[in-house]
């Protein structure tokens, strides 16, 4: 079993380094989608995932259109603020892939307007002027809903 963590055009290491962390602390896997904001090699990536990066299940792709040719058919869902649908509501199953948007711009805006019935979004305050939640924070909010309502297989 495996919740798949993809990352749409990451740019900050330490955020993809984290995500990593909690990937491979999950036996998630986690795909990252080109272009990448930084090298795979970058001092600080590797920081950030600490001595964890042996251990994730990692996935590289060209481009979206490529990650999207590969599991085509498989269940996604976007994470992004335009989501209708809380994350909590979302029904998780097994191998489902859980998309994130580059820090700066999210998903791309009409990958999301066809994709409607599977947006999801964290709540968060109709008073504060934050854009979104930091995405590795994200992540791992949706990661372990998923989990959650998979009453966390393997994990201890």
Do not use: C
């Not at 380094?17 to 930084?38: C, M, Q, W, Y």
């Not at 060209?62 to 809380?86: A, H, N, Q, V």
């Not at 199953?93 to 947006?119: N, S, Y």
Request: charged share 25%.
């Amino acid at each position: 079993m495996a919740i798949h963590i993809v990352l749409v055009e990451p740019e900050i290491p330490p955020n993809t380094g984290n995500i990593a962390r909690s990937a491979a602390a999950t036996d998630s896997v986690l795909h990252l989608v080109k272009p990448l904001g930084f090298s795979l090699d970058e001092k600080s990536l590797r920081r950030a995932g600490l001595d964890y990066w042996p251990y994730v299940k990692l996935e590289v792709h060209e481009s979206l259109d490529e990650f999207l040719e590969i599991y085509e058919g498989r269940r996604m869902w976007l994470s992004t603020t335009k989501g209708g649908k809380l994350y909590t509501n979302a029904d998780f199953r097994d191998e489902d892939m859980i998309l994130f948007g580059k820090e700066t711009a999210g998903l791309p805006r009409d990958f999301i307007e066809a994709h409607k019935e599977q947006a999801i979004r964290i709540p968060m305050s109709e008073s504060t002027r934050l854009r979104s939640f930091n995405l590795s924070n994200a992540a791992n909010i949706v990661l372990f809903e998923a989990l959650r309502q998979l009453d966390f297989p393997g994990l201890k």
